[in-house]
C-alpha cells in the first residue's frame, strides 16, 4: 500500500553540521508531501510542504524539494544548531481513508 | 489565533479503566482526526471527524470510539483500557477534509496505563 519511508535515527550532529534526513514515499498520482516537527514534550507542528512536482518547500533553513522522478521529499538544512534537536516526520497526503499518511520520525539530536 | 488544546496534558490510569480525552480545535476549522503515537509504532491514524460524522477510521479494535460536537469539539474514549493503550494521543484540525489540507497538531495527552 501507500507509505512513507525515512531514514532511521538516531541522527547526531555537531553544531553548524549539514543536515540531511531521507524521505521517499510510494504512492498513485502526486500527493502532497509534508515535514512535521516534533520537539521534547509537544505535539507535531508543520515544518514545511510542497504541493506538487519540483516545489520547494522551506522554512526556518530547512528545505526540502518534492522530486516525483524519484519519489522523494528529503529536508536539508545547511547549518544546524542545538535547537533544532527534535523528532522530524516525513507525511504525504492520502487518497484513501486516513488523512495524512506518516513516516516513522527521525530523531535528530544536535551537539555543541 | 489560539492552537489546538487538548486536555488532559497527562492522565494514569490502570488496566480495566475506561478514559475520556477531549480536544478543541482551532476556531473555525471542523474537522478533527486523532493519532495515537507509540515508541514502536510511530504515528498511527484513530479516526476523523467532520462536522460531527466520523468520516474516516483506522484499524483500531472497538474500544476506541469518538465523537464531535456541534463547535466542533471532539472527544475520543477507550475503555477497557490496556497496557499497549499507554502512548501520546494527539489531535489535530484543519478547516476542512485534512487530506488537502495542512492539520495543526495540538500538544497531546499523555496516557499512562498500569
Known amino acids: 500500500g501507500d507509505s512513507v519511508t525515512q531514514m532511521e535515527g538516531p541522527v547526531t550532529l555537531s553544531e553548524e553540521a549539514f543536515l540531511t534526513i531521507n524521505c521517499t514515499y510510494t504512492?498513485?498520482?502526486?500527493?502532497?508531501l509534508f515535514w512535521y516537527v516534533q520537539y521534547p514534550g509537544e505535539g507535531l507542528q508543520l515544518l514545511l510542504k510542497?504541493?506538487?512536482?519540483?516545489d520547494k518547500g522551506s522554512n526556518k533553513g530547512f528545505e526540502a524539494t518534492y522530486r516525483k522522478e524519484t519519489t522523494s521529499f528529503h529536508l536539508e538544512k545547511g547549518s544546524v544548531q542545538v535547537s533544532d534537536s527534535a523528532v522530524y516526520f516525513c507525511?504525504?497526503?492520502?487518497?484513501?481513508?486516513?488523512?495524512?499518511?506518516f513516516g516513522k520520525g527521525t530523531r535528530l539530536s544536535v551537539i555543541a | 489565533k489560539a492552537g489546538v488544546t487538548q486536555t488532559p496534558r497527562y492522565l494514569i490510569k490502570t488496566r480495566g479503566q475506561q478514559v475520556t480525552l477531549s480536544c478543541s480545535p482551532i476556531?473555525?476549522?471542523?474537522?478533527v482526526s486523532w493519532y495515537q503515537q507509540t515508541p514502536g509504532q510511530g504515528l498511527q491514524f484513530l479516526f476523523e471527524?467532520?462536522?460531527?460524522?466520523?468520516?474516516n477510521k483506522g484499524n483500531f479494535p472497538g474500544r476506541f470510539s469518538g465523537r464531535q460536537f456541534s463547535n466542533s469539539r471532539s472527544e475520543m474514549n477507550v475503555s477497557t483500557l490496556e497496557l499497549g493503550d499507554s502512548a501520546l494521543y494527539l489531535c489535530?484540525?484543519?478547516?476542512?477534509?485534512?487530506?488537502?489540507?495542512?492539520?495543526?497538531f495540538g500538544p497531546g495527552t499523555r496516557l499512562l496505563v498500569l
Open positions: 489535530a484540525s484543519s478547516p476542512n477534509e485534512p487530506s488537502q489540507e495542512t492539520q495543526y
Open positions: 504512492a498513485t498520482g502526486y500527493p502532497s
Open positions: 510542497a504541493t506538487k512536482a519540483d
Open positions: 507525511a504525504r497526503e492520502n487518497s484513501g481513508n486516513t488523512p495524512l499518511v
Open positions: 476556531s473555525g476549522h471542523r474537522s
Open positions: 471527524y467532520f462536522s460531527e460524522t466520523q468520516r
